[in-house]
């Protein structure tokens, strides 16, 4: 796989904009461990290789096991997540999938049983900008396999 650009050929206005959501979204109040599982099953939908392997290294990182990581395609079904999370990752999906869905008023319900109107906010962004992330990493085929965790701190 030939990578097709690289990020140092983006506009670095762009990036540090990018960027600067991450750093924030770094210090929220949001557990770092939830948006790692947030932002793997968020790239599992869109098929981003690259990011995959990053938030998979993260996750692990963060505290998390490889049967959970394993186990988040088919969350519904296993006993691995607790009620918020699967209220987070029913949003995750739902969002991710924007096109196919709307954000109905059982998955937002279910968010505020979990987190204030800040967090979901919080988490709005940080899914969204996960979303980018894949879009642009597909498009610019950025080769998976080389990430070392906490790179982009």
Known sequence: ?????????????????MMRIGAYLKTSDIDQKLLSLLYY??????????CLDMHHKESIAHGDTHQRLHGVIAWRETPYFDDRERAALAFTEALTNANQQDIDDNIYNALTEFFTTEEIATLTIAIATVNTWNRLNKTFKTV???YKVGQFA
């Open 1 to 17: 796989m030939t990578q097709r650009i690289t990020f140092q050929e983006v506009p670095q206005e762009l990036m540090s904009s």
């Open 41 to 50: 099953r968020a790239s599992q939908i869109n098929g981003c290789a690259f």
């Open 144 to 146: 998976p396999g080389h």
